[in-house]
């Protein structure tokens, strides 16, 4: 009876163990919902190149928003993810999630929308006009106090709502807004599928802006290096087969979006990606917010070596 209990207590320490162990090789993505931008992270999924790489890959949150996924990091529940650059610069600097960035995902992508109706020509015809916004903080936040400071629009002249993205088209059509701003397929849907029109894109705003990230999280980096580095194999991969797959890359973003053939090439005309950081564009977006004060004044003394993957 002893020599019983004692192989099943040995037995059910090498399970537990094994377990944990399995467990540890599991990596936990998020990225959010509906958002093209996020098309390598469909494309590795779709294509099996995490597989490929023997990495265990669990799609372990779906969102609405790059806050919400940050949350979710400071909760201990990813271990990477593709997310917004800006929610995510807020959120380090911030002191709010532990995590780095370890690849570029896209560059450009978003657009100021309108009414197909409107007389709008250019972006000082927003005077006075209310624009939803996808967030404070936000690129889109940034783009569009950018354009408007450039055309000597104040800032205090237009009334900024925040909407999610799938909500804009709808109170556009309503005429509950004058404008929105948001990223790809959204002002590609609205111009499709909606009464709007594009008043301006963001490569007009600022040429070769950053938009989205691929983080993870620090345990990860500093714990499993190796894996890191597989990782972003996987993503240059991903990114590389959009540029010379076009089409599969079209399908995959339709089953991922939900949305119809001709809006997902239409809003992958407008979106470049790229696994390579820029981290003066980096910088220029934190010195953003930090004049905006969406930078607690205690943490920004955070170095923005903090936020970069070495």
């Known amino acids: 009876m002893k020599k019983l209990l004692l192989f099943v207590f040995i037995f059910g320490l090498l399970t537990g163990c094994t377990l944990q162990s399995d467990q540890k090789k599991i990596v936990r993505l998020g990225y959010l919902q509906n958002d093209l931008h996020h098309l390598p992270a469909f494309i590795a999924l779709e294509k099996n190149f995490f597989k490929q790489e023997g990495i265990e890959i669990e799609v372990a949150g779906i969102f609405r928003a790059g806050p919400e996924e940050m949350s979710a990091f400071a909760a201990g529940e990813l271990d990477i993810g593709y997310v917004g650059q800006a929610p995510a610069t807020a959120a380090v600097l911030n002191g709010v999630a532990d995590v780095k960035f370890i690849a570029q995902v896209n560059l450009e992508g978003s657009a100021v929308v309108v009414r197909r109706d409107s007389l709008y020509q250019n972006i000082s015809d927003l005077n006075g006009k209310t624009v939803a916004i996808p967030g404070h903080a936000t690129m ?168 970069f993957y070495e």
């Open 140 to 307: 889109q936040d940034f783009l569009l106090r950018r354009a408007l400071h450039k055309n000597k629009v104040p800032i205090e002249t237009v009334r900024l709502i925040v909407l999610k993205p799938p909500e804009m088209i709808q109170a556009l059509d309503l005429k509950n807004i004058e404008s929105f701003i948001a990223w790809q397929p959204y002002p590609a849907l609205a111009v499709h599928k909606g009464g709007g029109k594009v008043l301006i894109s963001s490569p007009d705003i600022w040429p070769d802006h950053p938009c989205c990230v691929l983080v993870a999280a620090s345990q990860l980096c500093a714990e499993r290096p190796e894996m890191i580095e597989k990782i972003k194999l996987v993503h240059r991969r991903s990114c590389e087969f959009i540029k010379t797959n076009r089409q599969e890359a079209v399908r995959v973003g339709m089953q991922y979006t939900g949305m119809d053939r001709d809006t997902v090439i239409e809003a992958l005309r407008h979106i470049s990606y790229t696994p390579v950081l820029d981290r003066q564009k980096a910088v220029a977006f934190v010195d953003f917010i930090k004049d905006l004060r969406y930078i607690k004044p205690q943490k920004e003394q955070i170095s923005l070596r903090d936020m």
